[in-house]
């Protein structure tokens, strides 16, 4: 379940800086007004997550093969 969550954002994440610099629309901003910036640590923190728990992944991976 943790995992959905932290890709959601993460997908999340990534379209709003994609929105941002093609059309310069913060859509965290839109939806979440004074909360944005809450929003922007959490899909910061699941962006580090994911890369920890993939990297150790594939690390697992290369050791047991």
Known sequence: ???KITLLLVIIGA???G???LLHIDLI???FGGF?????VLVGFSGLYM???TYTTLLKKTVTH
């Open 29 to 31: 901003g839109v939806l």
């Open 15 to 17: 379209l709003n800086v």
């Open 51 to 53: 890369l920890l728990t």
């Open 36 to 40: 944005s910036h809450i929003i922007n």
């Open 1 to 3: 379940m943790f995992n």
């Open 19 to 21: 929105l941002v610099t």
